[in-house]
């Protein structure tokens, strides 16, 4: 049977339980690596959540630190290129945990010197 494992520090961060199911999910999903690519309507259907929700709850898990998303794209035989499944990457709970700590306003709070945290979060991307 298939096991997954989550860092006991996860309930420190006081996930939502959306936030906790989508993370979860997405951790069972990266293996080893730490990567997935599983489509939003993947992620509906499994969690049985709007889609709506699941989006917002994505989000949410960026800001936090917990997990980076970027966009894909692919090229067809005909040269048109499209959207895919985002790529999930999962980070350490620890990062997320010194981030919270660094910023506990999150996303909307500012630095002393006035600069902006979503600014800050994108120079400690991987």
């Keep these: 049977m298939p096991y997954f494992k989550l860092d006991n520090d996860i309930f420190s961060l006081r996930l939502d339980s959306y936030e906790f199911q989508v993370y979860a999910y997405l951790v069972s999903c990266a293996g080893k690596k730490g ?3 599983p489509s939003t309507n993947t992620i509906v259907r499994t969690l049985g959540m709007s889609q709506s929700t699941v989006i ?3 989000d949410s898990l960026v800001r936090r630190q917990l997990i980076d998303k970027r966009m894909t794209t692919r090229r067809s035989e005909r040269g ?3 959207t895919t499944n985002n790529y999930y990457h999962m980070r ?3 990062e997320a945990i ?3 700590e660094r910023f506990p306003g999150g996303l909307g709070a500012t630095l002393a010197d006035g600069e902006d945290i979503k600014e800050q979060n994108e120079c400690l991307a991987i």
Excluded: D, L
């Design 35 to 37: 990567e997935c690519w």
């Design 56 to 58: 917002s709850k994505i």
């Design 80 to 82: 048109r290129v499209s």
């Design 92 to 94: 350490s709970v620890t």
């Design 98 to 100: 010194m981030a919270h």
